[in-house]
């Protein structure tokens, strides 16, 4: 059974407007970490706060175990949320914020006690009981915030971008460490964030949002590899996907795809292209090539490609190199409907 | 060198306000009472404490005193219970909240003494608008009806209501800036947490809230202690002195009645319990600019 469940869930916020979400069809495995990835303005957020039940539906139905509670309050629906500024509350001790949601639920002094050291040793933040959040380091409110998430044992975990006012060396280690502990806790989760990154590391699946529509669901390799549309494909990945337009269609490849002479004689099928390197960035580990295609069907098109930095290739600024795509990196697309499409001959 | 005296010529307005009308008065006032200058009397001599032991031997005295503790906790408390409600009330957007918050605001903005005037005709003996609804609606008789500001009982709770209507606005205002403060966040994650409606109010936004209530309610106990438009235009302190506080006892002993020093004596009470007032004040408002 699914753990959430939505069913044509449509948020207008303005009448008349556009939707901030529209019929989204969503279905959460049992366990699942499941992450809605997106820029900001696709309704991912508005998506999670309608599961919390802190935003109203304009339409369509939230299932959580199987149950419709559009109609039930946050606190009817058994869930947890994480927010991104963590929303701890500032006049209670670290302690008193965890057991706050167990003495809404009237548990008993000693029960509460027993499940926050549960769930500070969970965290390694006992020393921290007595100190008022302001006293708290952004990794240690980040804890008490997931400490006071999971005393309750809920039956779903909601997280929206908890690691985005982490620095970036903390949340590198912070995400491993949440990735790891939701797999100790075996709770579905759902995670909001925009950064693709952290959704590719830690989401089992992904859910791309833009405009408030979903555009593709699937584990992070699919979503990569396979990308629904030209959204997605540009999206995820960084530098995007090229994408180049011509007779008809929309051809898509990944620049670590576009790959320089003598690699590409290795790939079996594959189509080359001529490329004029503009500039290079050299990045320790790769370095990534800007320029434009010469010749063929993609004239002046402007393409990108990585290439790791061991390729010992000799290529330098201006000049014009035979680069070569394996057929199989292809992808296709409509161009009216930007969605992918059959694979075709690749325009040479 | 146009900045040097610019400074001071700017503020030399504020100072000589607070010296010419406050600063002096407050000296005069510990001068005459420990004097016996009446109005008209010629000369002053000193009589040490004598109007002191002679006021606090006056019944009126002790009865004000005990009227001036009962009239500003009590008007103190039902401001604060109906400043809460009004600003959660008005927290949250609903349509004709704009028009809301002006009326609510009015009688702040009306002069209290015009205010009081209307209340003074609204509990009037003989046309009283509430009497008139309630013997209409057969809640009283129509010759046994309430007379507000005749009966003791009745006249301080009708001053301490009036007081309180008057000062509704000014403190609703102040918690509606408290409650604004609060991220959104907050009362949503009490909500997700489980809290309801009064377990969040009570847990959450009010202790978050305390010290911008504490400055509503020291500000408002001072206003509140030190005056006696209310009680002057609605009561005269009366009947029996049910109503007299200290601030009208020593208008109408000193002013009024002409006894200068004793009714500097009686206003002189007050001094020590607005410094305790005032410490508190001063120690919240340096506390929330810290934290």
């Known amino acids: 059974m699914a753990i959430v469940e939505t069913r044509k869930l449509t948020k207008v916020f303005k009448r008349g407007n556009v939707g901030a979400v529209n019929n989204v069809d969503l279905e959460s495995r049992e366990g699942e970490f499941l992450v809605l990835l997106g820029p900001s303005g696709s309704g991912k957020t508005t998506l999670l706060r309608m599961i919390a039940g802190l935003e109203e539906p304009t339409s369509g139905d939230i299932l959580i175990g199987g149950r419709v509670v559009n109609d039930l309050t946050p606190r009817e629906r058994g869930i947890a949320m994480v927010f991104q500024s963590y929303a701890l509350y500032p006049h209670l001790t670290a302690f008193k914020n965890i057991v706050f949601p167990l003495k809404a639920q009237g548990i008993a002094k000693a029960e509460r006690q027993k499940r926050a050291d549960w769930a500070a040793s969970l965290l390694g933040i006992k020393h921290l009981f007595q100190r008022k959040p302001r006293e708290l380091s952004g990794g240690e409110r980040q804890r008490v915030a997931l400490a006071r998430a999971i005393v309750r044992e809920p039956s779903l975990f909601l997280l929206d971008e908890p690691l985005s006012n982490l620095d970036a060396k903390l949340r590198a280690s912070a995400r491993e460490e949440l990735e790891q502990f939701q797999k100790r806790i075996g709770t579905t989760a759902i995670y909001v964030t925009h950064d693709q990154v952290e959704a590719m590391a830690m989401g089992d699946r992904v859910v791309v949002m833009s405009q408030g529509s979903v555009r593709q669901i699937g584990t992070p390799a699919v979503v990569y590899d396979e990308p629904a549309d030209t959204f997605v494909a540009t999206f995820l990945g960084s530098p995007p996907m090229n994408i180049l337009p011509a007779n008809g269609v929309i051809v898509g490849f990944r620049p670590e795809h576009f790959l320089p002479p003598g690699v590409a004689e290795r790939l079996g099928e594959h189509v080359s292209y001529q490329f004029r390197v503009t500039h290079s960035e050299y990045l320790g580990a790769e370095r990534i090539l800007y320029g434009t295609m010469e010749g063929g069907a993609f004239n002046e098109r402007k393409v990108i490609s990585r290439i790791p930095a061991t390729h010992g290739a000799e290529i330098s600024d201006g000049n014009v190199y035979s680069f070569a795509v394996a057929n199989r990196d292809l992808k296709f697309f409509d161009p009216k409907t930007e969605k992918r499409t059959a694979a075709a001959r690749p325009p040479s | 060198m146009r900045q040097r005296w610019l400074g001071p010529a700017m503020f ?262 607005l410094v305790i007032v005032s410490y508190f004040m001063l120690r919240t408002a340096h506390r929330a600019e810290v934290t």
């Open chain 2, 12 to 273: 030399m307005p504020a100072i000589l306000y607070i010296f010419a009308l406050v600063g002096v008065p407050f000296v005069m006032a510990f001068v005459y009472s420990v004097s016996d200058v009446k109005i008209g009397s010629e000369g002053y001599h000193f009589v040490g404490l004598h109007n002191f032991t002679s006021v606090i031997d006056s019944p009126s005295f002790r009865q004000a005193v005990k009227n001036s503790f009962i009239f500003t906790i009590s008007s103190q408390i039902l401001v604060l219970i109906g400043a809460n409600i009004l600003a959660l009330a008005l927290r949250d957007a609903f349509p004709g909240r704009r028009f809301m918050r002006f009326l609510v605001l009015l009688p702040w903005v009306a002069p209290v003494s015009i205010g009081s005037i209307g209340w003074k005709w609204i509990l009037d003996s003989v046309y009283s608008v509430v009497n008139w609804v309630l013997v209409r609606f057969h809640f009283v008789k129509e010759f046994d009806a309430p007379v507000w500001l005749g009966i003791p009982k009745l006249a301080i709770i009708s001053v301490i209501l009036v007081h309180t209507w008057h000062m509704l606005p000014f403190a609703t205002v102040i918690l509606l800036a408290g409650l604004t403060a609060i991220p959104r966040d907050i009362p949503e994650a009490a909500a997700v947490d489980g809290a309801g409606f009064f377990r969040t109010l009570f847990q959450i936004t009010i202790p978050m809230m305390l010290p911008i209530i504490n400055v509503a309610v020291l500000f408002g106990a001072i206003f509140t202690f030190t005056d006696m438009t209310v009680i002057y235009i609605l009561t005269r302190g009366g009947p029996f002195d049910s109503t007299q506080v200290i601030p009208s006892l020593a208008f109408f002993t000193g002013i009024l009645g002409s006894d200068l020093s004793e009714g500097a004596a009686i206003s002189i009470f007050m001094v020590p319990l």
